[in-house]
């Protein structure tokens, strides 16, 4: 069964420096998504996003955010400036339609900002 | 803002019990989705049932919708010890044309062997 997969699993990094997350999505599917779970905490929306371009974003998305799709199938979310507060597991998730379609999340990959 | 809010936040059962858990939320909606977390993971995606939907199966799960008391329940029959996680319900709204889920802070099911 195709899933998503998002690397590193595992990302460590100094305050301030700048971290790229990747993700491929299932090949078929149109929107992708960005998704952030503080440890203990709900899982918060980041980004959508769809032909290439962003479609709807949360207030955590900030100026130090910013999404991009390079290629046919990455899919990666970058922080430009890491704070400590950035510490999270990042999901990313695809879906082939807008709504009322599941969504297929990846692994997560695990931020932590020293 | 239409976050569904699970309800309990911990359940520990013994394995063959059933488990219900409950998710309430504020506004109008087009679909509430269960997903499952296992610690550490990511999240997996149950059952989604659409605002015109009352109730719908899938192997042990069981999940209603009554948007007149704008809740849904979970139920897990016959639990097993593999089924410890995490329960979370994520809605999608009416208005404002907007079909981001919304997750709330989840179940906590621990079932015993």
């Known amino acids: 069964e195709p899933e998503v997969t998002q690397t590193p699993s595992h990302q460590v990094t100094q305050m301030g420096q700048e971290v790229i997350l990747r993700c491929v999505p299932i090949?078929?599917?149109?929107?992708f998504y960005w998704y952030r779970q503080i440890l203990g905490q709900k899982v918060e929306f980041l980004v959508s996003?769809?032909?290439?371009?962003?479609?709807?974003k949360s207030e955590i998305f900030d100026d130090q955010f910013s999404v991009e799709r390079p290629d046919g199938s990455n899919f990666t979310l970058k922080i430009r400036s890491t704070k400590l507060e950035d510490s999270a597991m990042y999901f990313c998730?695809?879906?082939?339609?807008?709504?009322?379609?599941?969504?297929?999340f990846g692994p997560g990959t695990r931020l932590t900002v020293l | 803002s239409q976050q569904g809010e699970e309800d309990p936040q911990a359940l520990s059962i013994q394995e063959g019990e059933n488990a219900t858990m409950n998710c309430s939320y504020k506004?109008?909606?087009?679909?509430l989705q269960w997903y499952r977390q296992n610690s550490g993971r990511g999240l997996v995606h149950l059952i989604l049932?659409?605002?015109?939907?009352r109730e719908k199966h899938s192997g042990r799960l069981r999940v209603t919708l009554d948007t007149s008391k704008k809740s849904s329940s979970l139920l897990i029959t016959a639990s097993r010890a593999a089924d410890t996680a995490s329960y979370f319900c994520?809605?999608?709204?009416?208005?404002?044309?907007?079909?981001?889920?919304?997750f709330g802070r989840g179940t906590s099911l621990i079932v015993h062997p």
């Open positions: 506004t109008s909606i087009n679909n």
């Open positions: 994520a809605t999608d709204g009416a208005s404002g044309g907007s079909y981001i889920p919304t």
């Open positions: 090949s078929n599917h149109l929107y």
């Open positions: 998730a695809s879906t082939t339609v807008k709504g009322g379609a599941t969504q297929y």
């Open positions: 049932i659409r605002s015109n939907e």
């Open positions: 996003f769809y032909n290439n371009e962003i479609s709807e």
